[in-house]
């Protein structure tokens, strides 16, 4: 599907009154959601920015990376993490992160643990162990940004750590 058929759904959507609900009937019977979730695609495009970014001279190690557009998933986040970043803020206009697809995207990743680290290619630093932990609280640094465009608190900590 085009960027602009798709951007017209997104934003009648909005509009509606069950939004959220409307718009996850609509990825499920017609989307990206009728399928298992594969980060792998994702993950070789994070892979590519990084070869990218070591030919200009950049290194996401060591920095604070923002992430716009944050989606369903977060298969980049995650990506600059193992990749070295120190931590990774990502906003999105729309609420679309659930807890359950984060989670089957991870699984797939831990699943496919040798594709996983392949596709991020020379930029990933150390090979990684994931585990789930149960949330204490959700946190929500950004108090600044007005409502409506936050995402919603995600109630699970991911913990990826680095071996």
């Not at 557009?69 to 990749?83: E, Q, S």
């Amino acid at each position: 599907m085009d960027w602009k058929r798709k951007a017209t759904i997104q934003r009648v959507c909005a509009k509606l009154p069950a939004k959220d609900a409307v718009y996850y009937f609509l990825q499920r019977r017609f989307g990206s959601l009728r399928h298992a979730p594969d980060p792998l695609p994702n993950l070789k495009a994070a892979g590519e920015i990084f070869a990218e970014m070591r030919e200009i001279g950049f290194s996401p190690a060591g920095k604070r990376v923002m992430e716009v557009g944050t989606g369903r998933r977060l298969d980049m986040p995650i990506a600059f993490y193992l990749c070295g970043a120190r931590s990774v803020d990502t906003f999105d206009l729309n609420p679309y992160l659930r807890e359950e697809i984060v989670l089957s995207a991870v699984a797939v990743m831990v699943q496919r643990r040798e594709e996983t680290l392949g596709a991020l290619g020379p930029a990933l630093l150390q090979q990684v162990l994931v585990e789930f932990l149960p949330a204490c609280a959700s946190r929500n640094r950004h108090h600044e940004i007005p409502p409506r465009i936050a995402d919603q608190p995600f109630h699970v900590a991911l913990v990826v750590s680095l071996a």
